[in-house]
């Protein structure tokens, strides 16, 4: 009988790096998403929003990007614009907004408005 961990292993080693890359980036983005509330219909109202994970997320998802973007190829574009979106999202969600430049992830991406 095998092991199911070991053949989870084995299986991640066949995903192309692009696809584990791209995947995790997803994860980020839609945990990201989740913590500013934007999964409900009041986001400022939502019991998931956590700006202080959110920034966390925002920017491990903006190294993670940055890192990689000329690896992506043609999933560069939707991901950099699914970053921007996110931290244009936190910077309305702030009751004291960050500086330009200093908001979460922008130390990768540089200022977003």
């Known amino acids: 009988m095998t092991d199911p961990l070991e053949d989870s292993i084995r299986d991640l080693g066949d995903v192309p790096s692009i696809e584990v890359i791209s995947r995790a980036a997803v994860m980020l983005l839609s945990a990201a998403a989740e913590r500013l509330g934007l999964a409900d219909p009041d986001p400022d109202n ?29 999933h560069a574009a939707p991901l950099k614009d699914g970053l921007q979106s996110v931290q244009r999202a936190f910077r309305e969600a702030s009751v004291v907004p960050d500086e330009p430049g200093q908001g979460p992830g922008e130390k990768f991406t540089g200022p977003v408005y």
């Open 46 to 74: 939502s019991p998931r929003r956590d700006l202080d994970e959110a920034r966390r997320l925002i920017t491990g998802l903006a190294g993670l990007v940055t890192a990689t973007s000329e690896y992506l190829g043609p």
